[in-house]
């Protein structure tokens, strides 16, 4: 076996690219590094206001360039053409519109200030009328109803309510884009010089969670039915792709003039893209009956399947079914709530306020203003975890909408039973468990279609930061929740398909179980929280029913 043959997984996240170089053969992490988006640090082409969040491809570029050359920094010039592959992964859905070349509007003078001619990232709600639009078409317009695969419901966070929503609002893109491309293409197109978009290679996770795309129907939703939704539609099928493509499947050899930027051979094989939460559940080593939650702003569920066991069965409500979205030769089964930890971050946001200007409290915490969040998470988990049961008020978890089951984006949060008594440890004990029910309601929508889960693993950036959020989670949902070591799953993961696609290991599954870094903690129910807490997640299911209706506004 020859020594040192290194692989790098490059995750493209919402704020930054996180990056890992590995030994593929040992398993060894050998550099890391991360780097944040500086425009949209800055706040730049995004409006909180209007549910608008737009990303600068330059963001992209110029942080990948970074943060992969950071990671690679501690290899020697020998060691770094020992590099045999490269795999990526990023926040999906979020395509962009592009010319003939392949070159993203945004990139084009102009269009580079332009919001409309840059990625449209995932949580962008401004195609809220479109998706609904895509869904009253799709059961009314007497042929296939090509949400089927996609969990019967479709999302204005995905690739054509978004394309149409820019089509509609703005002339010069629709008249200068040529096709549009998914970010987790656009990265690997990028790095091997393949930009045609006729030509490149489309992610089968991409395309199959939010473009609608089965084989069933040879591709695409049917030119006729896009035409239904909305004529502007009419033609882009065919300047978008017939095929899709697994992660262990190669995008290409590395050009020569990104070979040159970070030190590597030219050629060096890179794998097709994929979305960053299918990716980090490979990282942390999914297998059938794992439920997989990767916990940030938002949360991302994931559970993979064997085509057998599935068979025909249709999961309702869900973000999509995808033969090899998640393991090649599985079918890789996706859910979510649209918000997570930025419920817990609006109350921290809310409740830190006057800290912008009342000097009296920074100087009495006696750190920084940058070190207050933490503290004041640490605190309220210390107190809401002392609150007697039932206490506290009750919170719906949708102040980001809901992303399943069943997803409606013009969903409003709620908190209930508020009192001149209730504290901020109660909120934050109601937000806590409201996103605990919210994981909850979406694995009963999967056991009522007869999946069956014996754990749940949680990655990113929450579970090691919160034992008591953690713990929580756990008594809700009744199961142990176990905690995985890596603190990049999805650059883990990227890492494993690229010691795939570069010969390393024969599957990815082989390479999960070199490549793998287990668990640092498991969290097991606690049998007298588990039967408290019953009856309030029955309060919750009750009263989102009731009140469903008036909250969608």
């Not at 792709?241 to 050009?255: K, Q």
């Not at 559970?303 to 033969?323: H, R």
């Amino acid at each position: 076996m020859p020594e040192g043959r290194y692989v790098i997984g490059a995750d493209f996240g919402t704020d930054s690219v996180r990056t890992v170089v590995f030994d593929a053969d040992s398993g060894e992490q050998k550099g890391s590094s991360v780097s944040r988006y500086r425009r949209w640090s800055e706040g730049m082409y995004c409006d909180p206001g209007e549910n608008r969040f737009r990303q600068h491809p330059l963001d992209y570029i110029e942080s990948m360039e970074e943060s992969v050359k950071e990671a690679l920094s501690g290899l020697s010039e020998k060691e770094k053409k020992q590099v045999v592959g490269i795999g990526v992964d990023t926040t999906g859905s979020t395509p962009a519109p592009v010319d003939e070349s392949g070159t993203v509007l945004a990139m084009i003078k102009e269009h580079e200030e332009n919001p409309n001619a840059m990625f449209v990232l995932w949580k962008d709600h401004t195609a809220v009328e479109e998706a609904e639009e895509i869904n009253r078409a799709s059961k009314s317009w007497g042929g296939v109803d090509y949400t089927r695969y996609e969990g019967g419901v479709y999302s204005s966070e995905w690739f054509w309510s978004k394309i149409l929503h820019i089509l509609r609002n703005d002339e010069r893109v629709r008249g200068d884009a040529c096709s549009w491309v998914e970010h987790a293409d656009w990265i690997p197109a990028l790095l091997t010089g393949k930009t045609d978009p006729l030509k490149l290679k489309r992610s089968r996770c991409a395309a199959g969670h939010k473009a609608m795309w089965h084989e069933e129907w040879g591709g695409l939703p049917s030119e006729e039915f896009l035409e239904t939704v909305d004529p502007l539609l009419g033609g882009l099928r065919g300047r978008l792709y017939r095929h899709t493509f697994t992660s262990d499947t190669c995008a290409g050899g590395l050009s020569g003039e990104w070979a040159d930027r970070f030190g590597l051979r030219t050629g060096t094989t890179v794998a097709v893209g994929s979305f960053d939460a299918h990716i980090g559940a490979v990282g942390t080593e999914i297998k059938e009956h794992t439920f997989v939650m990767i916990l940030g702003t938002s949360a991302c569920d994931m559970a993979v399947s064997p085509k057998e066991t599935l068979g025909a069965k249709l999961v309702e409500g869900i973000c999509g079914q995808v033969d090899g979205s998640i393991i090649p030769g599985m079918v890789g089964l996706e859910a979510g709530q649209s918000g997570f930890g930025d419920v817990y971050a609006w109350l921290r946001d809310t409740l830190l306020w006057p800290c912008e200007y009342v000097t009296e409290i920074k100087e009495a915490a006696g750190n920084s203003k940058e070190a207050l969040p933490d503290l004041l998470l640490s605190r309220l988990s210390e107190e809401a975890a002392g609150l007697d049961c039932g206490t506290w008020p009750l919170a719906l978890d949708w102040l980001n909408g809901r992303r399943t089951p069943y997803a409606d984006q013009k969903l409003k949060g709620a908190l209930l039973g508020l009192t001149l008594g209730t504290t901020a440890p109660m909120l934050f004990r109601a937000l806590v468990e409201s996103t605990a029910f919210g994981a909850r309601a979406i694995i009963e929508r999967f056991v009522e279609e007869g999946m069956e889960f014996k754990e749940v693993v949680a990655s990113g950036g929450i579970p090691k930061k919160s034992p008591y959020v953690m713990q929580v989670l756990s008594d809700v949902l009744n199961m142990p929740v176990k905690v995985a070591k890596s603190d990049q799953a999805g650059a883990l993961g990227a890492a494993m398909f690229a010691a795939t696609v570069g010969g390393v290991y024969g599957s990815v599954t082989d390479a999960q179980k070199k490549m793998g870094n287990g668990f640092v903690e498991t969290y097991e129910p606690r049998r007298d929280s588990v039967r408290k807490i019953a009856a309030l997640y029955d309060r919750y299911r009750e009263t989102g029913g009731l009140l469903e209706a008036l909250l969608r506004i």
